[in-house]
């Protein structure tokens, strides 16, 4: 099973110090023409700080952030797995799965990026602010950026793997796979937003905890149930996950 996640804008702190992005070294090298045009075009936008805050859709007081763009390619990096921060990240936890937790994690997850396309745990990327729904001076909308360039690599690696969708609604429209599964949660029979982000963080915890391999939606409705989440199959590929405490 695949399990696909959205980024967060909240980034962890920039290292003082370390290797600078080795762009063919990320995983999904195919990738790497797409990723190169998204980087030129950042760092050349970011050399007028004034239109880069309103392609980046930023106030001032993110100028800091937004400059980060210009030094992408000699900037330290670090772990996609340390770099993303926030409710759903807080929830999963990576920095504490060890063993063949942390293996499956490493194996199954792909974060999704209005800069990177999708990298995995160990790609290491320097920090960066580039929301999916930017339109670039050169590259153009990023969303259809990457829906051009993510089906040719992604198809291939996902195959006919189940793929559990947790992406927010801006970045499913970069990729569509073909035999995911959609989750909603809900409490007191509502949709919950935030608490949405913490719940997924946990299920995916979880799941690779328990070492789950379903291989069909029906399968990881009962995986889901079996962890002590009360599901609903809204549909062939919707699973609603009811929560009783946020």
Known sequence: ??????????????????????????????????RTAVLDDLVKLGTDPVAALGVLGL??????????????????????ATL??????DA????????PALARARRQLLIFSGLWGAVRLGDRVPSYRCAIGVRLPGVGPLTAHWRAALPPVLDGLAGDTLV???RSSAYTAMWTPRNAVTVRVLHGGKVVSHFNKATKGRLVRALLLAGARPRTPAALAAAVRDLGYTVD???PHELDVTVDTL
């Open 84 to 89: 993303y921060t926030g409710v759903l990240y």
């Open 164 to 166: 559990l969708d947790l």
């Open 59 to 80: 106030t001032p007081g993110l100028a800091d952030e937004a400059a980060r763009n210009t030094v992408l390619w000699t900037a330290p990096t670090q772990p996609a």
């Open 1 to 34: 099973m695949l399990i696909l996640l959205p980024p967060s804008e909240g980034k962890a702190a920039a290292p003082r110090r370390g290797a600078a992005l080795a762009l063919d070294r990320l995983s999904l090298p195919a990738l790497t023409e797409a």
């Open 233 to 235: 199959v809204r549909g």
């Open 92 to 99: 999963l936890g990576l920095a504490s799965l060890t063993g």
